[in-house]
């Protein structure tokens, strides 16, 4: 797909061997090894954002393979009319490779920023779900909901990671950010105007740092999900401890009403025996039996859940009120000392000048 600096738009098939020849390039410089990539050859700018393959000349900007890429729309509609001026790009007094950059530049950071906007209020709704100390349990559903919204926000932050560094790689070095500016050596009134003040390479400079916050910024946000994560999480283990915590303490006091009861119910089962003795003539001997068994569990378990409550309380923290009133007196006694050994010192000081 080719579209020329009036934004017009034609289509055609060639072999890759016969488009490099007629570029003036080498068959390695379309072979777009990295997901994102801006390079020159030739005074050419070859870029890859992700799916998107683009060769940039000072006359036209070519698309190759975008067919299988869902980008007809963009690339018929916003494109075209942004490489004609009728968009919102603000490099349209500059030459034509800096609406072809901008452009691109753009359409990449509104991917990402589309990305971030669909993945936060997921991420936000199931963090709030989640984090509800009401709930005794985990909806697993949920985890899974934050495991691939996880996944997602990793991805987008590699992405970011990758484009930034792609950005600042460029930045870094003055002698790339002048061969971006393709006009400015092949089009004499560009070199003209370049020449009489007007640096185009600080303009392309300009235009990268302006792209390269915004995907800071984005990294930014995604972080602060990341790190919303992370603190959620832990939230969520210390519900569940804290639920695990009551179910077991619950267990443990019933554990001990089971041996206080078991404990006393050894009398019963002593009375149980098939035994003849004298007390089970006695009607009121049941009564007294069942009232002892009764009323010692209860007062074993009593005492064994005071027990439990002494050991179980956590200690309290120290007073540091009454610390500071005990340092407060030595304070005092020290400042006391310092100024009578000042006062025997300038005493001693004037006998020696009497003598």
Same mark, same amino acid.
């Given at each position: 797909?080719?579209?020329?600096?009036?934004?017009?738009?034609?289509?055609?098939?060639?072999?890759?061997?016969?488009?490099?020849?007629?570029?003036?390039?080498?068959?390695?410089?379309?072979?777009?090894?990295?997901?994102?990539?801006?390079?020159?050859?030739?005074?050419?700018?070859?870029?890859?954002?992700?799916?998107?393959?683009?060769?940039?000349?000072?006359?036209?900007?070519?698309?190759?393979?975008?067919?299988?890429?869902?980008?007809?729309?963009?690339?018929?509609?916003?494109?075209?009319?942004?490489?004609?001026?009728?968009?919102?790009?603000?490099?349209?007094?500059?030459?034509?490779?800096?609406?072809?950059?901008?452009?691109?530049?753009?359409?990449?950071? #509104?991917? +990402?920023?589309?990305? $971030?906007?669909?993945?936060?209020?997921? /991420? &936000? @709704?199931? =963090?709030?779900?989640?984090?509800?100390?009401?709930?005794?349990?985990?909806?697993?559903?949920?985890?899974?909901?934050?495991?691939?919204?996880?996944?997602?926000? #990793?991805? +987008?932050?590699?992405? $970011?990671?990758?484009?930034?560094?792609? /950005? &600042? @790689?460029? =930045?870094?070095?003055?002698?790339?950010?002048?061969?971006?500016?393709?006009?400015?050596?092949?089009?004499?009134?560009?070199?003209?105007?370049?020449?009489?003040?007007?640096?185009?390479?600080?303009?392309?400079?300009?235009?990268?740092e302006n792209y390269y916050r915004?995907?800071?910024?984005?990294?930014?946000?995604?972080?602060?999900?990341?790190?919303?994560?992370?603190?959620?999480?832990?939230?969520?283990?210390?519900?569940?401890?804290?639920?695990?915590?009551?179910?077991?303490?619950?267990?443990?006091?019933l554990t001990m009403g089971t041996?206080?009861?078991?404990?006393?119910?050894?009398?019963?089962?002593?009375?149980?025996?098939?035994?003849?003795s004298s007390l089970e003539e006695?009607?009121?001997?049941?009564?007294?039996?069942?009232?002892?068994?009764?009323?010692?569990?209860?007062?074993?378990?009593?005492?064994?859940?005071?027990?439990?409550?002494?050991?179980?309380?956590?200690?309290?923290?120290?007073?540091?009120?009454?610390?500071?009133?005990?340092?407060?007196?030595?304070?005092?006694?020290?400042?006391?000392?310092?100024?009578?050994?000042?006062?025997?010192?300038?005493?001693?000081?004037?006998?020696?000048?009497?003598?």
């Open positions: 797909m080719k579209l020329d600096k009036e934004g017009n738009t034609t289509y055609f098939e060639k072999k890759k061997t016969e488009l490099y020849q007629e570029l003036g390039l080498q068959a390695r410089d379309l072979r777009f090894q990295h997901l994102m990539s801006i390079a020159t050859r030739n005074n050419r700018i070859i870029m890859r954002m992700e799916f998107l393959k683009a060769v940039i000349t000072p006359e036209f900007l070519l698309i190759l393979d975008y067919r299988n890429l869902n980008l007809e729309h963009w690339l018929c509609n916003d494109l075209a009319s942004q490489l004609a001026g009728e968009g919102q790009l603000v490099t349209y007094s500059l030459p034509f490779e800096f609406r072809a950059i901008e452009a691109i530049l753009q359409y990449r950071i #509104s991917k +990402l920023q589309g990305r $971030l906007n669909t993945l936060q209020p997921q /991420i &936000l @709704e199931t =963090l709030e779900a989640l984090v509800d100390p009401k709930l005794l349990s985990v909806d697993r559903s949920k985890l899974h909901i934050l495991l691939q919204n996880g996944k997602s926000l #990793s991805e +987008l932050e590699t992405d $970011l990671k990758v484009f930034k560094e792609t /950005i &600042l @790689e460029i =930045l870094d070095e003055e002698e790339l950010i002048e061969e971006l500016c393709l006009s400015k050596w092949t089009d004499p009134q560009v070199f003209e105007e370049s020449t009489s003040g007007i640096d185009h390479a600080e303009e392309m400079e300009l235009l990268l915004q995907a800071e910024d984005l990294a930014n946000e995604a972080r602060e999900l990341r790190v919303l994560i992370d603190d959620s999480e832990s939230i969520i283990f210390i519900n569940l401890d804290s639920h695990r915590n009551v179910m077991m303490r619950l267990n443990l006091q041996f206080s009861l078991s404990l006393f119910g050894l009398i019963g089962v002593a009375f149980g025996m098939n035994l003849e006695d009607p009121r001997i049941f009564w007294l039996v069942t009232g002892i068994m009764f009323l010692g569990s209860g007062l074993i378990w009593r005492r064994l859940l005071s027990f439990l409550g002494r050991h179980l309380e956590p200690p309290l923290p120290p007073h540091v009120p009454a610390v500071l009133k005990k340092s407060q007196p030595v304070a005092g006694r020290v400042e006391i000392k310092n100024n009578l050994k000042a006062e025997a010192f300038g005493l001693s000081r004037r006998m020696l000048t009497n003598q």
